[in-house]
């Protein structure tokens, strides 16, 4: 059996990274989402918000599996068995910051492969930072995350200012 895993911060899970992860579970016989803990980033939800929201989203998708990581993803690798990581790019920015850190990943584990999965073109410009950015102003984010990401994202930023 061919395990994948697909690791990121999903702060917050856009339809980019359910794209990726709807490609790859054709791909492979497992998929493990895997949610990267970071202590010193600051994430607008907490581990357990994206681990939930990421599992309901995951649910059609019988061999995706979520889970937290707060080790360097290979050392989750390893521990899994897992051989293949899945990296979304939307364009040469993301391949070269993502071909740098498969380089990386290579030299802490000869076993790694990484495979870069371009997004559809239809989600080329979805980054977390102005899904938030245009969240917290108010702004339509319906088409760039799922309606239970758009809805706590419209919680978590209810009452707080939003114009300068």
Known sequence: MTTAVFPGSFDPPTYGHINIIERASRLFDAIDVVISINPDKHHLFSEDERLSMIRQLTEPYGNVSVHACSTLIVDYCRKVGA??????????????????????NRSLNKDIETLFVPTEQRYFLIRSSSIKEL???GGDISGMVPPVVEQAMREKYRGTVQGA
């Open 83 to 104: 051989n293949v990581l899945i990296r979304g790019i939307r364009n040469v920015n993301d391949f070269s910051y993502e071909f740098d850190l498969s380089l990386i």
């Open 135 to 137: 969240a917290r102003f």
